[in-house]
């Protein structure tokens, strides 16, 4: 079946280093991705989305990298800040009404 | 421009009572999605009102019911809890999925708790 997940469950990096957060989906229909960032307590807040046509996509101090042909999604926090603490989500859709999450990867600021 | 509201913020109930869900979307979207996440888990698509009709649905019983109103708020039901259905209960909305592929903007949720 669709199946959205995470290699990782917990990261845990230095401040000032760069993070890399990991996603394998199995839907090849797929054609947008999302990433959310949710702190405790909080709904799930957008980080940065790529479609289906795209490769890279970049924001400020994010970026995400989609490779089509093994169904992986990459999400790289440049010069990770003590902020950036929280669960980080994928979810992938195929332009229907159902986002599919994955089940997350807490990344955890060392100072 | 106000963004996605969910009434209450916490609930407890105890098993076999109903319970009712608010969520007002964001100014100029009309369509809602509800999402069940689990402790420690992914979000879990519930269903998704357009037009205050049900637009999809995810695996969930039919104890999980919902409505949309003209304005495009929306109440998520679920009747005869379950011990289960403790979780976060978040609200989505966002322009119509017919017009392209649309960024969700997600409420901060009801922390829903059945003892």
């Known amino acids: 079946g669709e199946s959205v997940g995470l290699h990782l469950p917990t990261l845990s990096v230095q401040e000032g280093d760069n993070s890399i957060i990991n996603c394998a989906y199995s839907n090849s229909a797929s054609d947008y991705f999302i990433w959310y960032k949710q702190e405790s307590g909080k709904g799930p807040q957008f980080i940065i989305d790529?479609?289906?046509?795209?490769d890279k996509r970049q924001g400020q101090r994010v970026t995400v990298l989609l490779n089509k042909t093994v169904k992986h999604l990459s999400l790289q926090i440049a010069a990770t800040q003590p902020g950036d603490s929280a669960v980080y989500f994928c979810a992938e859709t195929s332009g229907t009404y159902k986002y599919i999450f994955g089940t997350g990867t807490r990344l955890k600021v060392l100072a | 421009e106000t963004g996605v509201t969910q009434s209450p913020t916490h609930l407890i109930k105890t098993r076999g009572q109903q319970v009712t869900l608010r969520c007002s979307s964001q100014?100029?979207?009309?369509?809602v999605s509800w999402y069940q996440q689990a402790l420690g888990q992914g979000p879990q698509f519930i269903f998704q009102y357009y037009r205050e009709e049900e637009n999809g649905r995810g695996n969930f019983p039919p104890r999980f019911s919902g409505l949309q109103f003209p304005n495009y708020s929306s109440e998520l039901n679920v009747n005869a809890l379950e011990l289960d259905d403790s979780a976060l209960y978040l609200c989505?909305?966002?322009?119509?999925?017919?017009?392209?592929?649309?960024?969700?903007?997600f409420g901060p949720g009801t922390r829903l708790t059945v003892l």
């Open positions: 790529i479609r289906s046509n795209m």
């Open positions: 100014s100029g979207h009309n369509t």
């Open positions: 989505a909305s966002s322009l119509s999925f017919l017009a392209g592929i649309n960024e969700q903007f």
